[in-house]
């Protein structure tokens, strides 16, 4: 029966994704963060989602009559020279190119729904539309996770979708992290009390639920993200309030060994998994020591002989001092590390100008449409870029110590910047054109 009605659904969907691209491009995302295989079981189990929207998006696309204004974008412009880096470090890899390509193949599909992101959505209501997408898939699981967190009293251990690259505790945590100001946003642009109801609801429950994955990255990024709001809030006494609301369910609903695995974070240079983490640092850095240009592809450190060969140089690393690493390869635990073993330091070098651009651009976005003429009616450019840049902000804070570099979720909140960058550089440009035609007709005049 779940089948059946999600097969239903999905079909009605997909008719609804012919009309517009943006709305085809949203339900890609989507099915990429929801995983709709591992809600059914029977028939609807094998089919590829996230392909069939895919292609919707290219055909709806190609053959949409008004396509919006592209220009030159610095996040577009890295991003692509990025991909195609993966590529000539997957062509170059150090390890058994039938293991890297798969990678690079997971990653190409990823890059191509960034591409068509930042090609298509500009409008206030398409960037609405791809913020549901999100919600509704990494938000809904939130939630339900958040639900159960609380119906057994705080004893649910929460992870993400099996075969997802959400599934582990820590990586799921972050992605909660990163929609929490895209739901407020949301919240700030509903009317509908049922609605706004429904995601403040949505909030509380997934920041139970990063509560109860035991992650100390997410609740580090979570208490950034905490202290932004409240700095930032007009209402800090209701923020205070509702702050204080939450910690008290927290309290009665989590274990001592939660306050014991958090207590960890003060003392991380003698905690065996904070070691590792270093350990496998200085595995990625020697890796890119070794071959400054292309590193040594996806996920060559995993290969064994390769760690192997590594771990036996970590002593010339002493920025941290590690007793010798073990003989289990383990992941590179940042995304920093990660990009710098696997694609070298030119892929480190465009990864950080791509964060780097991203977050620079949105406050160009807030300082441009705060002055006039545009402070009133571009509102919600202002409100959705702030809200992005807290998002980035939690990426880039739990990711220090995840391996996520290649997150869909990252990459969509990327190509989203790049698409309202360059609507916002589409209306200074219209603006100025009609300032000096003005000026123009103007001096004709006199």
Known sequence: ????????????????????????????????????????????????????????????????????????????????????????????????????????????????????????????HEFEMLIWGIIMSVGFIGAIEGLKFIASLGGHKIQGPDGHLLSDNNHFATGLCMIIPLIIYQLKAVEEKWIRLGLISMVVLC?????????????????????????????????????????????????????????????????SSFINRVNSWKVHTLMAMERPLFGGGFKAAYFQPVWDRLSMDVYKIDWVETPPP??????????????????????????????????????????????????????????????????????CTAGAALSLAYLELFWALAAAMAGLTMQVKVMVMREHSRRNAAEIHGYSSS
């Not at 099915?31 to 609807?44: D, E, I, R, T």
């Not at 392909?51 to 030159?72: E, G, H, M, Q």
């Not at 150090?94 to 591409?115: G, Q, R």
């Open 326 to 395: 073990s003989k289990k390869v383990t992941a590179a635990h940042s995304i920093y590390f990660q990009v710098l073993g696997d694609h070298g330091f030119i892929g480190l070098v465009l990864f950080l100008l791509i964060i780097l651009l991203s977050f620079l651009k949105m406050r160009w976005v807030i300082v441009t449409l705060s002055r006039p003429p545009w402070q009133q009616d571009y509102r919600w450019q202002v409100d959705l870029a702030r809200m992005m840049q807290v998002s980035l902000l939690a990426f």
């Open 1 to 124: 029966m779940r089948d059946l009605i999600f097969l239903s659904v999905f079909l009605i969907l997909a008719c609804l994704s012919f009309r517009r691209p943006y709305m085809a491009a949203s339900l890609w995302l989507w099915s990429g963060l929801f995983v709709p295989s591992y809600w059914v079981y029977s028939f609807a189990k094998p089919i590829s989602y996230n392909t069939v929207f895919a292609l919707i998006t290219f055909a709806t696309y190609l053959f949409s009559k008004r396509k919006p204004v592209i220009l030159f974008d610095g996040i577009l412009l890295f991003a692509c020279l990025f991909w195609m880096l993966t590529g000539l470090t997957t062509y170059n890899t150090i390890i058994f190119p039938e293991l890297v390509w798969p990678e690079w193949e997971k990653f190409s599909k990823v890059f191509l729904m960034f591409f068509m992101v930042a090609l298509i959505v500009r409008q206030r």
């Open 207 to 271: 920041i139970l639920a990063i509560l109860g994955t035991y992650s100390r990255g997410g609740f580090l990024a979570l208490a950034i993200i905490g202290c932004y709001f409240w700095l930032k809030s007009k209402k800090k006494v209701l923020t205070l309030i509702v702050v204080g609301f939450v910690a008290s369910v927290s309290v009665l609903l989590l274990p001592q060994q939660w306050y014991d695995r958090m207590e960890t974070i003060e003392t991380a240079a003698d905690d």
